[in-house]
């Protein structure tokens, strides 16, 4: 787990390709004495395995599905990343709960000045999108913000200078790709008021037993 406070922007030193595989390299500022073999990295939010590390960078492999739902296919050799290590128990949640865990790519659609921040607005599936709430977390490339608006099929957050500054926002303009991680919460009482597949309820609370308690 991550909290969605960049630690670092780290550079794409190489991405190499096979017919099933890709081997990300990232150069950081993160001591590689704080590196251990098998940990995990979140690399513009996805949460990647370290398989090598030395001399200033780390590698990791990155699986098809990883590749085919998020931007990390539109990386090159130069390219910045936003670098989170994992969360350590005990430690500060400043962010909120992410899991590294993209659930799709989203694109600014608009970038405006509001007084001392700016306003990003993405566009996203409806797939996705029915789970952004408005003031609810959001993580963006890996960056825990909060969301401001949403519409049917975009969400806009408010960017204030010191995450632009700190991390890969400051690359982005209209146009862009970035990926998405919604808050886990949503997904979890959506499969859990969903149906069993023979078409019983999954659990005895649904919109009926809100409504009938005074909930709805």
Known sequence: MFTGLIEDLGTVRELRKSADSVRLTVAT????????????IAVNGICLTVVAFGDG???????????????????????????ERAL???GRLGGHLVS????????????T?????????????AE??????????????????????????????????HTLAETTL?????GATVNIETDIIGKYVERLMGRAPGGEPRSPVDLEFLAKHGFL
């Open 57 to 83: 960078q780390f590698s990791a492999d990155v699986s098809p599905e990883t590749v085919s739902r998020s931007t990390l296919a539109f990386l090159v050799p130069g390219s910045r990343v936003n670098l």
């Open 128 to 161: 996705v999108n029915r789970y952004v709430v408005e003031k609810g977390s959001i993580a963006i490339d890996g960056i825990s913000l909060t969301v401001n608006r949403v519409t049917e099929d975009t969400f806009s957050v408010a960017i204030i200078p």
């Open 100 to 111: 590294g865990h993209v659930d799709g790519v989203g694109t600014v659609v608009s970038l």
């Open 113 to 125: 000045r509001d007084g001392n921040a700016y306003r990003f607005t993405f566009r996203l599936s």
């Open 29 to 40: 500022g993160i001591p590689m004495s704080e590196i251990e073999l098998g940990e995990s």
């Open 88 to 90: 350590r128990l005990g």
């Open 170 to 174: 400051k690359d982005r303009q209209v």
